[in-house]
């Protein structure tokens, strides 16, 4: 094939069309990842993970959105006649998209609101895990047992939202019950004593402990402490057994629900009886 063949080719106004087209979408790829790797930079020192994803996917969708609308006027499509051909299908679309419309304006609103961001441990509607992504119409989440779940933006905002991790700090209140005959004091004093040699309780707040009512087998004491979110769970577990190796070095009971079985008298009265008549009977 000869230079002038080539040529001619190239020259082709669908060539043309071809070349323009691959030009404009290496140019927008271009664009798109040198603004995706200036918006890492930002995140780094002003913007939260969820507002960083939140700008990337809107600059994906326009990017995608003006992409489309060159191709269209590339090839002389106009968008109107492509709505008008659409006709009831369009309506259709329309009806169906309310949900997702809903879902990204609840979006807007869970971006506003920074009631949860990535790496959140929330619970909705049951379902408890690690916030992994916001996007316009749902957010990610992964289970203790690493099952993703998705839930949409509209049932997060419709639903009670419990966000264990957006406050730094949280409490542990340990419920323990000692005996009747127990030195109330004496307890109390070794639940703090507990807590303040405990290397992931916070010494502020100050732990607490205090007596909270009288149960059918004990005294229940209450042992309240603080911990960082992160240390939430292993504070917990070793404050539970601090409590009872402590207790039971220093011989204090943790009783546990017992029930004593009396049999009336006319049982054994009875019992006498069919003895004796066994006997009788025997003789």
């Known amino acids: 094939m000869d230079k002038n063949n080539i040529a001619g080719m190239l020259s082709h106004p669908a060539a043309e069309k071809i070349i323009r087209l691959i030009i404009v979408l290496i140019a927008f790829l271009i664009v798109y990842y040198a603004v ?40 002389d499509i106009h968008l109107t006649a492509v709505l008008g051909a659409a006709g009831i299908a369009g309506v259709a679309v329309g009806f169906a998209a309310q949900t997702s419309f809903s879902n990204i304006i609840s979006g807007f609103f869970l971006l506003s609101d920074k009631a949860l961001k990535i790496g959140d441990y929330i619970t909705v509607d049951g379902v408890s895990g690690t916030v992994d992504a916001i996007d316009f119409l749902s957010v990610k989440i992964h289970t203790v047992d690493n099952t993703m779940v998705r839930i949409p933006n509209e049932t997060i905002i419709k639903s009670n939202l419990c966000n264990v991790s957006y406050f730094p700090v949280r409490r542990a209140a340990i419920t323990v019950s000692v005996g009747y005959d127990t030195d109330l004091s004496q307890a109390l004093e070794l639940l703090l004593s507990i807590a303040k040699n405990t290397p992931l309780v916070l010494a502020d707040p100050e732990p607490i402990a205090y007596i909270d009512g009288m149960g059918d087998s004990g005294i229940d004491l209450v042992l309240a402490a603080w911990a960082n979110s992160a240390d939430f769970r292993s504070m917990k577990s070793a404050l539970y057994i601090a409590v009872q190796t402590s207790f039971a070095q220093a011989g204090i009971e943790i009783p546990f629900p017992k029930q004593d079985i009396n049999f009336p008298q006319q049982l054994h009265i009875v019992q006498d009886a069919q003895d004796n008549t066994t006997q009788t009977r025997t003789s």
């Open 36 to 75: 995706r790797k200036l918006l890492s930079r930002v995140h780094a020192q002003r913007l939260t993970a969820q507002a960083a994803l939140a700008i990337q996917k809107i600059l994906k969708y326009v990017c995608i959105a003006a992409f489309v609308l060159y191709v269209l006027d590339l090839f």
